[in-house]
């Protein structure tokens, strides 16, 4: 059983920082890539960044130089660095897994997510 669990969000200012941790727990394939995405009221839930296996990344084009993921494989934790916050980036952030073995289908599994707010 694989568990994704959140902390880290909170109430911010405009310009301010905060660092979300997604922690997992259970069996992790060496095939995989965990992401962050986020999602406002009245919106649509959109990717904010994700981290492979291989250690490639990608993020959304919003919050690109301002966000960062990371991720410390032997703690199966992954990180997002939000630096220079607007309150667009008001949303529920959720924390997501998909991996799957060699030959086998892509499993996904999510968090149960963490407000992220930020005032003007």
């Known amino acids: 059983q694989v568990q994704l669990v959140e902390s880290g969000g909170g109430l911010v200012q405009d310009g301010g920082s905060l660092r979300l941790t997604c922690s997992v727990s259970g069996t992790i394939f060496s095939i995989n890539n965990q992401g962050w995405f986020r999602q406002a009221p009245g919106k649509e839930r959109e990717l904010v960044a994700r981290i492979t296996s291989y250690d490639s990344v990608n993020y959304a084009d919003s919050v690109k130089g301002r966000i960062t993921i990371s991720r410390d494989a032997a703690k199966n934790t992954v990180y997002l660095q939000m630096n220079s916050l607007k309150p667009e980036d008001t949303a529920v952030y959720s924390c997501?897994?998909?991996?799957?073995?060699?030959?086998?289908?892509?499993?996904?599994?999510w968090g149960q997510g963490t407000q992220v707010t930020v005032s003007s």
């Open positions: 997501n897994l998909n991996q799957r073995t060699n030959w086998g289908p892509w499993y996904s599994y």
